[in-house]
């Protein structure tokens, strides 16, 4: 009887296997058919904003009360509006500007006085003007018009993506990068609209540029340029379209070489005149610790580019974000670094076997890395990941292409076998917990709703006053008091005097009736946020002097690279004269402050906020 039974047992389990690897055949077949739609562009459209519509619910946010001021009519928005260029500056390098602005309560009191940080964005600013004429006080229609923009982004990405890697290759990068989470904070910030239009027209301005070189369709010779133009009058972030151009004819293009330089030459001159231009019209940044100007400083851009370049590119494919460096401490920070090194070695080393079947892959590979570029110009943070996300995408949709089509049943060499690993855990985390991510990164921005209990926590007692904040986490949570009132047409104090920021420990000493000395636990700059208005390198000196309307300052020692360690705040009156009201900042909002006793002394813990909805 075994003699009978064992054959049908073997054709049983032959059977049962084949059932199997049918199955196995028809859910490959169903997610290749999935990816081939023909309207797939409209639905990875819908699904997008479907999944960043909660932003629509968040309100206003940080810099968005900038724009509530100054595209106003309020007294006093004009000027700071033509100060902030449309809210895309914050120095212009006068330091007469620069004074008054420390003067009028809008920088703080260590503000480097030729600092340059002035951005030209026209494109974006028109978009904001028209928020605020046609909607002024709907935060709901300004998250609307950014939805309209990442719609029109995926629309474009699609296009874009199946023009140059066919229907289904392209399809799947289109969908990976409609859902990427790295998007999520530029979609759900107000004020951060211009990345959205800067990356659309530069992916209508790739797509115009390919379908002319791949396919022969004239009209992207004069679309492209054109598109190129518009893309660098909304964001500087569009040099990045530059390199991904300058790859496709170094490595993408199956033209003659000549042919391939001439085709990018028009780009080659649109941005060497643009910056030219530029600078001519005094716009860039000089002197600021968070914004570095490739084009004004760029040794010192190249050493910072080594450093977030990993950081980057581990936040763009991998967790945790690129922001978290420089929100955790110096310890963590370092580990962190260690790590995103580590990442980007692995990851480019598993992309060796795609590149040496690809020449699409290698393109992508080098827009991807020069995109870092105008990226590395900040500190880290995955909101500036929106055009290095392109060639991202499209590199993990090669991959999976490799693995799932090309070598699909092969026996796979260790370096393959280790190069497909890699990619199927980047791939499977972007696939999976991207969309799952989407919908609270693009709420992001509201974690740090925090700050925002400075503006409710400060009442009519500092009217016809002046305000001196003795801590603060930055020098925003002091400014957003102020913009706070003017927008509420609230009445102001008569002066705003911040002595401190950030999460460093303070002493304040009363040295007489008149006179506070601080002392900065760990010197004053000892924040990554608060290099926006002064280069850490930028050493002061003692006896450096600040003159204010009502207030002197002196800065008595500095740390040994320069930073300001104690400083004496010497004031006209008398500091126990009731024009004078002193705050704190103690659990996410502002405090009454006593101040010692002459000749006393007193701790107060460094200010910090967290982060969470409130």
């Known amino acids: 009887m075994d003699g009978v039974r064992t054959p049908a047992r073997e054709l049983s389990a032959a059977q049962a296997t084949g059932a199997k690897a049918q199955a196995a055949d028809a859910k490959h077949a169903a997610f290749i058919r999935l990816f081939e739609r023909p309207r797939l562009a409209l639905e990875l459209a819908l699904i997008a904003v479907l999944l960043s519509a909660p932003a629509l619910f968040i309100g206003f946010h940080l810099d968005d009360y900038v724009g509530l001021y100054i595209y106003s009519d309020l007294p006093g928005a004009k000027h700071l509006f033509e100060l902030y260029s449309g809210g895309y500056a914050l120095t212009n390098g006068n330091p007469a500007d620069t004074h008054w ?25 028109l978009s904001h003007q028209l928020d605020f004429k046609l909607w002024p006080n709907s935060a709901f229609v300004m998250h609307a018009h950014n939805l309209a923009w990442l719609a029109v982004i995926v629309l474009a990405a699609t296009r874009m993506y199946r023009g140059a890697l066919g229907t289904l290759v392209g399809g799947i990068a289109a969908a990976l990068f409609a859902f990427d989470h790295t998007h999520g904070f530029a979609v759900g910030y107000i004020v951060n609209r211009h990345a959205l239009i800067s990356a659309a027209l530069s992916i209508l301005c790739l797509d115009q540029h390919i379908r002319y070189r791949a396919h022969g369709v004239r009209s992207g010779m004069f679309l492209g340029p054109l598109l190129y133009v518009l893309s660098l009058l909304t964001s500087e972030s569009s040099l990045a379209v530059a390199g991904y151009l300058f790859a496709y004819a170094a490595l993408g293009d199956r033209g003659a070489l000549w042919k391939r330089a001439l085709s990018f030459l028009p780009y080659l001159v649109i941005t060497v005149v643009w910056r030219g231009l530029y600078n001519a019209a005094g716009y860039g940044a000089v002197g600021s610790g968070l914004y570095l100007d490739p084009g004004r400083e760029p040794v010192r851009f190249l050493l910072a580019l080594l450093e977030r370049g990993p950081i980057l590119v581990l936040g763009q494919f991998w967790i945790p974000p690129a922001e978290a460096y420089v929100l955790v401490g110096p310890t963590a920070a370092r580990v ?154 609230r009445a102001l104090p008569r002066r705003w005097r911040a002595l401190s920021f950030g999460p460093g420990r303070i002493t304040v000493s009363r040295t007489d009736p008149h006179t506070l000395v601080l002392h900065y636990e760990d010197g004053v700059l ?89």
Not at 115 to 120: A, D, P, S, V, W
Not at 394 to 414: C, D, I, M, N, S
């Open 336 to 489: 962190m670094l260690v790590g995103a090194v580590l990442f980007t070695v692995i990851f480019f080393a598993a992309c060796i076997p795609l590149f040496q079947r690809n020449r699409l892959a290698r393109f992508w590979a080098l827009g991807f890395v020069v995109s870092l570029v105008p990226a590395a110009t900040t500190y880290p943070h995955n909101r500036q990941l929106f055009m290095a996300s392109i060639g991202g995408m499209a590199l993990l949709a090669q991959f999976w292409h490799l693995y799932a089509v090309e070598l699909r049943g092969a026996v796979l060499t260790r370096r393959l076998w280790f190069s497909g690993v890699v990619s199927a855990l980047v791939f499977g985390a972007h696939l999976l917990i991207s969309p799952l991510g989407l919908p609270v990164t693009t709420c992001s921005v509201a974690f740090a709703g925090s700050v925002h209990g400075g503006m409710t926590s400060v009442g009519e007692e500092i009217v016809g006053k002046t305000a001196v904040f003795m801590t603060a986490p930055d020098y925003f949570a002091v400014k957003l008091v102020q913009l706070g009132r003017r927008i509420e047409q």
């Open 526 to 614: 000892n924040a990554h946020f608060l290099e926006l208005y002064r280069d850490r390198r930028l050493a002061m000196k003692p006896g450096e002097r600040i003159e204010l309307e009502g207030m002197s300052i002196e800065v008595l020692n500095v740390t040994r690279d320069g930073r300001a360690e104690r400083a004496r705040f010497r004031f006209d009156a008398p500091l126990d004269d009731p024009s004078y009201v002193f705050y704190e900042w103690r659990d996410d909002r502002y405090a009454r402050f006593t101040l010692p006793e002459v000749g006393q002394a007193t701790i107060l813990h460094g200010a910090d906020v967290s982060l969470g909805l409130k």
């Open 101 to 125: 602005q420390i003067e009028e309560g809008w920088a703080p009191w260590w503000t480097n006085p030729e600092l340059l940080l002035r951005l030209y964005r026209p494109i974006g600013v």
